[in-house]
């Protein structure tokens, strides 16, 4: 089975920086397309970022955040900066069990819990 814990989340200011983590259990790791999703009360779980076959982000944070990877420690990061408020949200990380590139929840197989990240102005 595989684990994923996401760490790193906070309150900033508008303008501010946080670097998340997401911490994955287990062998193969790097051969896991793993992404970065978030929700904010009331709307859906919304596509930030993947890396996987190659890398793409949501028009949303192009500029702003950068997804990277550690495969030798099992860990993904995804340094968020500029942040605004509407970044508010739970930031979940997610992996699936090959790599391609996909913007879609409905891809990935394994969730972690959430973080939240909380920008005021």
């Known amino acids: 089975q595989v684990q994923l814990v996401e760490s790193g989340g906070g309150l900033v200011q508008v303008g501010g920086s946080l670097r998340l983590s997401c911490a994955a259990s287990?062998?193969?790791?790097?051969?896991?397309?793993m992404g970065w999703f978030r929700q904010a009360p009331g709307k859906e779980r919304e596509f930030v970022a993947v890396?996987?076959?190659?890398?793409y982000y949501a028009n949303s944070v192009k500029g702003r955040f950068s997804i990277s990877r550690d495969n030798a420690k099992n860990t993904m990061y995804l340094q968020m900066n500029s942040l605004k408020p509407e970044d508010t949200a739970v930031y979940y990380c997610?992996?699936?069990?090959?790599?391609?590139?996909?913007?879609?929840?409905?891809?990935?197989?394994?969730w972690g819990q959430g973080t939240q990240v909380t920008v005021s102005s």
């Open positions: 997610a992996a699936r069990g090959s790599y391609f590139t996909s913007a879609s929840k409905d891809d990935y197989d394994y």
């Open positions: 287990g062998r193969g790791f790097s051969g896991y397309t």
């Open positions: 890396s996987g076959g190659t890398i």
